[in-house]
């Protein structure tokens, strides 16, 4: 599938681009998202040339991950990046990190419900999901205010970037 373009009332989300390069970096320097996210760390800038330039459009190409940046219609400010995974046929994951100066705003919320909007009108999907290690409190209350119900904690679920096991937070939303 080629990359698409959807509005909010205060958003543009899209495909990153080259000229994204320096915004990505700079937000993945942020510790939270080094700690909450599979990131590189460190996050070099090599990091975000290759992610922008190679992995995102490959995934797209793939039709098995479609990441979105989502940017401010105001400023042109990066928020965030939101995507949606194949997991299994019909069962997509949503995924997101957002900017630390674009938080608290409802912009991931307003994002995040964009492309699952698109996903619930183009894809095959009866579920997404929503994994996020626990103590991540941002993350969980944006999943919660897009209507996802938290249905569970799996302990020890993956290793994170600081080497260790931790217990991970699982939520479903059905098709509505």
């Known amino acids: 599938m080629d990359p698409v373009t959807l509005e909010t009332d205060r958003?543009?989300?899209?495909?990153?681009?080259?000229?994204?390069?320096d915004a990505v970096y700079e937000a993945c320097q942020d510790e939270d998202i080094q700690?909450?996210?599979?990131?590189?760390?460190?996050?070099?800038?090599?990091?975000?040339?290759?992610?922008?330039?190679?992995?995102?459009?490959?995934?797209?190409?793939?039709?098995?991950?479609?990441?979105l940046g989502a940017f401010r219609k105001d400023t042109?400010?990066?928020?965030?990046?939101?995507?949606?995974?194949?997991?299994?046929?019909?069962?997509?994951?949503l995924g997101y990190w957002a900017v630390k100066e674009q938080r608290r705003r409802g912009y991931s919320v307003e994002a995040a419900r964009a492309l699952c909007d698109w996903g619930w009108s183009t894809l095959d999907v009866h579920r997404i999901e929503w994994w996020a290690m626990t103590g991540n409190t941002g993350s969980r209350a944006v999943a919660e205010e897009l209507g996802f119900?938290?249905?569970?904690?799996?302990?020890?679920?993956?290793?994170a970037n600081d080497g260790e096991p931790h217990d991970w937070w699982v939520g479903g939303l059905l098709r509505p």
């Open 11 to 21: 958003l543009l989300l899209r495909a990153f681009a080259p000229a994204d390069v």
């Open 76 to 93: 042109g400010a990066l928020v965030g990046s939101y995507c949606l995974t194949l997991i299994s046929r019909g069962v997509w994951e």
């Open 35 to 67: 700690y909450y996210t599979p990131v590189p760390v460190p996050y070099r800038r090599a990091d975000a040339e290759e992610l922008v330039g190679e992995k995102l459009p490959a995934q797209w190409a793939e039709d098995k991950d479609y990441t």
């Open 149 to 159: 119900t938290v249905e569970g904690t799996l302990r020890n679920r993956s290793i």
